[in-house]
């Protein structure tokens, strides 16, 4: 098999082309919205007690103090960076998404190599997008068809592509190098596990998506080819190749191989609750309900949720504990409807034992819609739900959303994003170094000559 027939060849060579003057204004301008996103998500992350954890763990080992952990004045040797700051980034689920997280395994390793080597803002961009690229090349190609997708979905065991072409582009790995580190990836990948969650326990596994160890696979594949480490570079191609191996039942040549004529960063979505995804046409159909028709929650006889089949039957039970709440599709209804605004505060333990939010939340049932769960496993995908509140006087208010806020297609308003911002970084920051971050990602960004200039900002 010819060299420049191999997928991990045409990949690399589709990441070498990623240059920074060539991008289109609105890709430079998405990646810029992206990075500061992701800063939000990491330094938030701080705050949860599984946040706290993994900082006191890795802060612990100590070693080489080559990138720091944002949020914090821990600085650790950069594999270890890149592992603590990718977790932090997932772990109140508010990060990106596009048929996953992958902002979570691309800004925590662009930003902790990027301050290491004292990279330029403009080649910070390009690696982010060249991330992004080739990382949703990979999840198109290899996505599962909508039948094996209710038996096996993984969503780490491709963003690991992300992380290894952020790496490749920032140490600037040549064409052959690149090819051999995603080869390396692909054996760092890790299984897909997100059918055995904990859902039905009603406690999800704190590794959650296991972003850190993707994120620290992904940098340890492109440092280990920019060594002269040799990989499998066939490793995608054939009956034998990469999709097979994660579980897939499908490999899809044209979408892995897709060329430079459209970026797919532009599709990648951002979120306004700490909640999976998947729940975020119900939160923001009972939004819409309660902003035109002010019921309170103890006038609701019952809510009613029609929705496609993953939120269905995985994320249907009360929380046990604080970190559950994300996947807990009756509790944050009950949030919506008791006006708790979106942020860290609705993951308080606090709250878990307030009697109003759960008699509230036990009034949430479930019901599949076809429709739904027909359009749910698409690569260019609909979050279909309808919502019916009936309050006690037997009055329906029924909403349907098929576009969730923060899809391309029904994007956050700048100043929501700003919000989403100041609240999950001026517990941590203030609001001083917030605004300056702001300023010199969104402004400011490509006109550094290093990212180190962004490292003071990011400590309490």
């Known amino acids: 098999m010819e060299k420049t027939s191999r997928t991990t060849y045409i990949l690399a060579g589709l990441a070498e082309r990623i240059r920074y003057e060539t991008l289109p204004p609105e890709v430079v301008a998405k990646a810029k919205a992206l990075i500061l996103d992701s800063i939000a998500c990491m330094i938030g992350g701080t705050l949860p007690v599984q946040g706290k954890k993994i900082i006191d763990i890795y802060g612990a080992m100590g070693g080489v103090p080559e990138a720091g952990v944002y ?72 996505k599962p068809t909508p039948e094996r997708t209710r038996q096996v979905r993984g969503i780490n065991t491709w ?10 582009k920032l140490l600037k790995l040549t064409m052959e190098e690149t090819a051999h580190a995603l080869g390396h990836a692909a054996i760092h990948a890790s299984v897909p596990s997100l059918r055995k969650w904990g859902f039905l326990d ?155 939010l759960l008699k509230t939340a036990r009034k949430v049932v479930f019901a599949e819609w076809d429709e739904a769960s027909l359009l749910y496993p698409l690569v260019n995908r609909e979050l279909l739900s309808k919502v019916t509140i009936l309050d006690r006087s037997g009055t329906a208010y029924t909403r349907t959303v098929r576009i969730p806020r923060g899809d391309p297609r029904n994007p956050m308003t700048e100043a929501e994003l700003f919000k989403k911002f100041e609240t999950l970084t001026e517990p941590v920051i203030g609001k001083e170094k917030a605004e300056k971050i702001c300023t010199l990602v969104l402004e400011d960004l490509d006109t550094l000559d290093s990212v180190r200039a962004l490292t003071p900002l990011l400590v309490p």
């Open 159 to 168: 963003q690991i592509f992300c992380a290894a072409t952020t790496a490749a």
């Open 202 to 356: 009603g406690r999800i596994q704190w590794l959650k998506n296991n972003f850190g160890y993707t994120s620290y696979g992904g940098v340890l594949s492109a440092v280990l080819a920019k060594n002269g480490f040799i990989a499998d570079t066939t490793i995608f191609d054939g009956d034998d190749g990469f999709w097979i191996m994660a579980s897939s039942d499908r490999c899809d040549d044209d979408a892995l191989h897709a060329p430079l004529d459209r970026y797919f960063i532009l599709k990648v979505h951002t979120k306004p609750y700490p909640a999976c995804r998947h729940i975020h046409p119900t939160l923001d159909a009972v939004t819409a309900v309660i902003s035109e028709h002010p019921v309170s929650p103890e006038a609701i006889h019952r809510v009613t949720v029609e929705t496609f089949y993953e939120v269905v039957n995985d994320y249907t039970a009360l929380p046990v504990l604080p970190f559950d709440v994300v996947f807990s599709a009756p509790y944050l209804v009950a949030l919506v409807l008791h006006r708790v605004p979106p942020g860290p505060e609705w993951l308080s333990e606090v709250r878990l034992k307030d009697g109003s």
């Open 71 to 142: 949020g914090t004045r821990y600085r650790l040797p950069l594999l270890n960076a890149v592992y603590v700051n990718a977790y932090l980034a997932t772990t109140l689920d508010l990060d990106d998404t596009y048929d996953g997280h992958p902002g979570s395994t691309i800004v925590p390793v662009a930003l902790s190599l990027g301050e290491r080597d004292a990279v330029s803002g403009k080649e910070l961009i390009e690696a982010v997008a060249a991330g992004y690229e080739i990382g949703i090349r990979v999840s198109n190609g290899i």
